[in-house]
């Protein structure tokens, strides 16, 4: 399966400030990743699908404005958390799908996001 | 939003029994996955079983899905106090983004 990492892998930040986690596939031409946040002992809820040479698809309830993702390669796709706030302090998951009929997905090691 | 369900939502064993969780979901699907977490860590893939499929095994893990009743289980058998993690379900269409349940915390005690 494909190898996909995530830089970094803890980060602690202001409040107000900017981070950029990103998110490569190491192995594998990913036209298409996808960004999960999973908040302490819950699930991974979809953030947003994001797309090779396209804009990012949001899923509802996610701020485009305040979750940038650009994806500007096939193996890179960077989520930039803007004026960051205690409440963005979650676990940032990326993954790559398999393509074709592989259906798998294959998941970074997250990032750990903390807002003081 | 989330469509799988895990029950129960924890479990704790002793060491070398079994652990079974199980997994609804709700729209139909084309594939069902298994992911174990630990704490603070990312997601490993267990077992992906289509469909068409009923049952599928990989080493001491046997997964069933029942499509007609919209469900699936996942047993681990003579687990071990490495197997402490959550699992979570995860149900696919194609190439859409998984959608996770909520998750079975296992705790194997030795």
């Known amino acids: 399966g494909a190898v996909v990492s995530q830089h970094p892998s803890r980060v602690i930040c202001k409040s107000g400030t900017s981070v950029k986690i990103e998110c490569r596939s190491l192995d594998f031409q990913a036209t298409t990743m996808f960004w999960y946040r999973q908040f302490p002992k819950q699930s991974l809820m979809l953030m947003a699908t994001s797309n090779e040479g396209s804009k990012a698809t949001y899923e509802q309830g996610v701020e485009k404005d305040k979750f940038l993702i650009n994806h500007a390669s096939l193996t890179l796709s960077t989520l930039t958390v803007t004026s960051a706030h205690p409440e963005d302090s979650s676990f940032y998951i990326c993954?790559?799908?398999?393509?074709?009929?592989?259906?798998?997905?294959?998941f970074g090691p997250g990032t750990r996001l903390t807002v003081t | 939003s989330q469509q799988g369900e895990e029950d129960p939502q924890a479990l704790s064993i002793q060491e070398g029994e079994n652990a079974t969780m199980n997994c609804s979901y709700k729209t139909s699907i084309n594939n069902l996955q298994w992911y174990r977490q630990n704490s603070g860590r990312g997601l490993v893939h267990l077992i992906l079983i289509r469909s068409n499929e009923r049952e599928k095994h990989s080493g001491r893990l046997r997964v069933t899905l029942d499509t007609s009743k919209k469900s699936s289980s996942l047993l681990i058998t003579a687990s071990r106090a490495a197997d402490t993690a959550s699992y979570f379900c995860a149900t696919g269409r194609g190439n859409t983004p998984l959608v996770f349940g909520k998750g079975t915390r296992l705790s194997v005690i030795a």
């Open positions: 993954s790559v799908t398999g393509g074709g009929r592989s259906y798998e997905q294959y």
